[in-house]
């Protein structure tokens, strides 16, 4: 085997190696905490978007 044949299926290898272990971590549910943060700044942008409208008459 040549040595580009080689580097060649090594980079194959590992591409394919790197997509499957960030697809199992891309697939893991949030923890309770990230999805608390996200809800408490989506009521807060709420607020803000209402405070806004408020203003705009």
């Known amino acids: 085997m040549s ?3 080689r580097t060649s299926r090594v980079s194959k290898e590992i591409d394919e ?8 971590v891309a697939n893991q549910e949030l923890p309770t ?4 943060l996200l809800e408490q700044l989506r009521e807060k942008d ?4 209402k405070k806004d409208g408020a203003n705009d008459n």
């Open 3 to 5: 040595r580009p044949d």
């Open 17 to 24: 190696n790197l997509k499957r272990a960030y697809e199992d």
């Open 33 to 36: 905490r990230f999805t608390d």
């Open 46 to 49: 709420a607020a803000g978007s």
